[in-house]
């Protein structure tokens, strides 16, 4: 069973930095896309960003674009989503994903959840 751990969210003000971290286990990790999606409150469910799985592609959200940056490290079978100049708008659950062999962000439902991890921006 793939187990991921979502860390690194809190409450920050508006041009603030935060680094997301999304610990993997149980799996093949190596051949995993993974990726971050958020939903806030009353919104729908958004895909963030994604990475294949030697992280040579990358994608982002049009609103992630300049300023989050996701990364890997497959010997630590970690992910990472560098997020800065935080706005209220990016006031959400920020879930870790992943699955086999694909981006889980480019279509259908991602294999695997992490349990989310809130991050707050406030004015």
């Known amino acids: 069973q793939v187990q991921l751990v979502e860390s690194g969210g809190g409450s920050v003000q508006t041009g603030a930095s935060l680094r997301l971290s999304c610990a993997a286990s149980?799996?093949?990790?190596?051949?995993?896309?993974m990726g971050w999606f958020r939903q806030a409150p009353g919104k729908e469910r958004e895909v963030v960003a994604s990475?294949?799985?030697?992280?040579?592609?990358?994608e982002y959200a049009d609103s992630a674009k300049g300023r989050f940056a996701i990364s890997r490290d497959n010997a630590k079978s970690m992910v990472y989503l560098q997020m800065n100049t935080l706005t209220p708008e990016d006031t959400a659950v920020y879930y870790c994903?992943?699955?086999?062999?694909?981006?889980?962000?480019?279509?259908?439902?991602?294999?695997?959840w992490g349990q989310g991890t809130q991050v707050t921006v406030s004015t």
């Open positions: 149980g799996g093949a990790f190596n051949t995993y896309g």
């Open positions: 990475i294949s799985w030697g992280g040579a592609r990358r």
């Open positions: 994903v992943a699955s086999p062999f694909r981006l889980p962000t480019a279509g259908g439902e991602p294999d695997y």
